[in-house]
């Protein structure tokens, strides 16, 4: 049993030459997987610049002055 598409192209009972279509094929899958990557890493980066910029201008974990100590009336006696 073969499966017919438009174009008269055949998937399950393949036609004999019909690599060259393939390799295309592939080819053409590769590139539409490599650029949805690509837009995905994109997005990542652009939100995480994002959200370090709508937290400041200090990145998480660097040194602030006076962050953390304890003022007068919370230092023990």
């Known amino acids: ?18 690599e060259p279509e393939e390799a295309k094929l592939q080819i053409a899958s590769k590139q539409i997987v490599q650029n949805a990557i690509l837009r995905a890493v994109q997005q990542v980066s652009r939100e995480s610049r994002q959200r370090e910029a709508r937290a400041g201008d200090t990145p998480r974990g660097s040194f602030r002055p006076g962050a953390g ?9």
């Not at 049993?1 to 019909?18: D, F, L, W």
Request: charged share 35%; aromatic share 4%; hydrophobic share 15%.
């Open 69 to 77: 100590e304890l003022t007068k009336k919370h230092e023990k006696k």
């Open 1 to 18: 049993m073969s499966v017919q598409y438009p174009g008269g192209r055949e998937t399950a009972g393949e036609k004999p030459g019909s």
